[in-house]
T-cell receptor, first 111, second 115 residues
Framework: DAKTTQPTSMDCAEGRAANLPCNHS???????VYWYRQIHSQGPQYIIH???NNETNEMASLIITEDRKSSTLILPHATLRDTAVYYC????????????FGAGTTVTVRA | DTGVSQNPRHKITKRGQNVTFRCDPI?????LYWYRQTLGQGPEFLTY????????KSRLLSDRFSAERPKGSFSTLEIQRTEQGDSAMYLC?????????????FGAGTRLSVL
């Protein structure tokens, strides 16, 4: 399973974009990159995922480098409710599709 | 609310006791996963079910742990002879499809404290 490296913590001003990097240099060709977030005392919440192409949904955008060794999650207009721990989690395209979480990035959005 | 439901939310037990947690997945979701999360860490995979079949178990799942998913519906995770090192958040997730990468929907977890 690919190992991930994320900054331990990050601050962001409310209303500004938050760019969250993730290094997954050992990712293999059959591994998707999933992003989840976890608000205190809740289970992880799905944000977005991708394989090679950049992706966008109502919550965020995902930029994956051409060599797939890193990705960036973009929250376009951070709100106080976006304060959470953000995980990038590769998932193998195999029989189990289990998620491999690292320690994540604690994002604090400040007013 | 039709999300993943886990009970109880909190469990405090004494070392050596047995505990059982329950997970009710989203209706008609084929896959069910159990993860364990300790303080400051991301969730770690424990085991998963495809319908009623348990298809993989992590090395983290010692022989004191057992999981079932009778009839492919709800699942239970039992820990026998609990140890202080078992203290953690136990998370359940379900996903709808039988094959292919898919979104896993997580419950709020059961927090276990072993005294």
């Amino acid at each position: 399973d690919a190992k991930t490296t994320q900054p331990t913590s990050m601050d962001c001003a409310e209303g500004r974009a938050a760019n969250l990097p993730c290094n997954h240099s050992t990712i293999s060709g059959n591994e998707y990159v999933y992003w989840y977030r976890q608000i205190h005392s809740q289970g992880p919440q799905y944000i977005i995922h991708g394989l090679k192409n950049n992706e966008t949904n109502e919550m965020a955008s995902l930029i994956i480098t051409e060599d797939r060794k890193s990705s960036t999650l973009i929250l376009p207009h951070a709100t106080l409710r976006d304060t959470a721990v953000y995980y990038c989690a590769p998932i193998r395209r195999s029989n189990d599709y289990k998620l491999s979480f690292g320690a994540g990035t604690t994002v604090t959005v400040r007013a | 609310d039709t999300g993943v439901s886990q009970n109880p939310r909190h469990k405090i037990t004494k070392r050596g006791q047995n505990v059982t947690f329950r997970c009710d997945p989203i209706s008609e979701h084929n896959r069910l996963y159990w993860y364990r999360q300790t303080l400051g860490q991301g969730p770690e995979f424990l085991t998963y079910f495809q319908n009623e079949a348990q298809l993989e178990k992590s090395r983290l799942l010692s022989d004191r742990f057992s999981a079932e998913r009778p009839k492919g519906s709800f699942s239970t995770l039992e820990i026998q002879r609990t140890e202080q090192g078992d203290s953690a958040m136990y998370l359940c997730a379900s996903s709808p499809r039988a094959g292919g990468p898919d979104i896993q929907y997580f419950g709020a977890g059961t927090r276990l404290s072993v005294l």
